[in-house]
């Protein structure tokens, strides 16, 4: 489940509808105290991570593999440095296929991301097995993919590629997109198919296997080496799924905040359209988005009503209802029995105050997987990588730069569990 972006569990249907119909936009005191008292397993659809305050972004040096640990230690005190090369075709500079609303935004480090987004074509591979077309719904098309493209790529260290959480964008990654970059990796955001800015006017399938080949063709297509497969909330689910199927596209996992133990909503294709239709209007209204956002972070910032913006901004689209509802009546993740059929090594990110999955499942999934450390982050919530992005990327820094032995090697020097305090 994920400011600008976000991630989702399990909801209570009955009480967002309350929430829809009987309250005009809520005060952030309302918000606030609302988010204080929910429950951690009671949480709603969706958690946009919408803008943090504009953060200086430090210019690490770019650096190679070997370097990492430098880069890394360096990463929280370092000064402003340069945005990222702007492109777009509006007057203000962004990707005509942006929803306008985008030109509201004021968050800094959004309006960079954004102007960087591109859409390039991802079409199924003409060797596609006839029954998986079937099933996948991909055909000879190429779908529009939005993403954020490296300014140049190397080949001396695996490319990093960012997911994000459930409906979410490229732009949940505006805080630490920059900073990786700048510590000299390749790096790529990319659009999970049926969220964030991609053409979907054909309307393909959005289900699990269509998100999967998705994915695979992009990385096919693009990427055509091993990759590093980051995966916040809900994101973590798809990168499970990922690499369990095609193991080879994956040279090492991340997993931040992972949403990996909920077994999706059932299968709904029987249920009315309409009814499945309203839920998703439900999910996109303002005040389900203030509560989400609220429960997402440790401290509700100034910028809280900036944030919500950005998380919902995809969901302007024409074709977000359809691609949602596609998803969920298709019965969403369910990847319990796949987390012990990982074999990469793996970094499991947590934040301390998570309010939306317990740290209990933190530990629960350090102990199924093979070869992970966990890494939690001091007076965090949800989505570290927007609330902390400092930290964030130092633990992804110092986790491609070592050489990780197994759980049953690892000696007392290098604690598999570390909290950062």
């Not at 569990?9 to 204080?36: D, F, I, M």
């Not at 929803?99 to 003409?126: C, M, N, T």
């Not at 732009?171 to 964030?196: H, K, M, Q, S």
């Not at 910028?303 to 969920?328: K, S, Y």
Request: one cysteine or more; hydrophobic letters at 40%; charged letters at 20%.
């Amino acid at each position: 489940m994920p400011r600008g972006t976000t991630v989702l569990a399990t909801y209570n249907t009955r009480a967002a509808e309350s929430t829809w119909r009987t309250a005009p936009t809520p005060s952030l005191e309302t918000v606030q105290r609302a988010g204080k008292r929910a429950e951690p397993n009671q949480m709603p659809l969706l958690l946009t991570s919408s803008s943090l305050p504009a953060l200086p972004l430090p210019p690490l040096a770019a650096s190679p593999r070997s370097r990492l640990r430098v880069a890394a230690s360096s990463a929280a005190s370092a000064p402003d440095g340069a945005g990222a090369t702007a492109r777009g075709t509006s007057a203000a500079g962004f990707p005509s296929f942006l929803p306008q609303a985008v030109e509201r935004i004021r968050d800094g480090a959004a309006i960079r991301l954004a102007k960087r987004i591109e859409r390039v074509p991802v079409q199924a591979s003409r060797f596609l097995p006839i029954l998986l077309c079937c099933v996948t719904g991909f055909s000879g098309s190429a779908i529009p993919s939005s993403c954020v493209r490296p300014l140049k790529q190397q080949q001396d260290a695996d490319p990093v590629v960012l997911l994000h959480g459930f409906d979410s964008s490229v732009l949940e990654w505006r805080y630490t997109y920059p900073l990786l970059e700048e510590a000299g990796l390749e790096v790529w955001a990319v659009d999970i198919l049926g969220w964030g800015f991609s053409d979907l006017e054909t309307r393909p399938p959005c289900d699990v296997a269509s998100k999967r080949e998705h994915l695979y063709q992009f990385w096919k297509s693009y990427i055509k080496r091993p990759m590093v497969l980051v995966g916040p909330s809900l994101g973590a689910a798809v990168a499970i799924d990922f690499s369990v199927n095609y193991p080879d596209a994956v040279s090492k996992l991340i997993f931040i905040g992972a949403s990996v133990y909920s077994e999706g909503p059932k299968d709904m294709t029987r249920m009315p359209k309409f009814v499945s239709y309203a839920g998703v209007f439900i999910l996109k209204s303002l005040p389900l988005r203030f509560l989400a956002t609220s429960l997402a972070f440790k401290k509700t910032p100034n910028e809280f009503f900036d944030w919500v913006q950005i998380g919902r901004l995809h969901c302007l689209l024409p074709w977000w209802e359809d691609a949602t509802v596609n998803f969920m009546i298709k019965g969403g993740y369910n990847v319990i029995d796949q987390i012990k059929q990982v074999k990469h090594k793996c970094l499991i990110m947590w934040g301390e105050d998570d309010g939306i999955i317990s740290s209990k499942l933190a530990y629960r999934l350090h102990q199924e997987l093979p070869d992970a450390i966990l890494r939690q982050v001091w007076q965090c919530g949800h989505i570290p990588h927007v609330e902390k992005p400092r930290e964030a990327v130092k633990h992804v820094l110092e986790f491609l730069a070592r050489n990780m032995p197994n759980k049953s090697d690892q000696s007392p020097s290098e604690p598999s569990v570390l909290v950062n305090r």
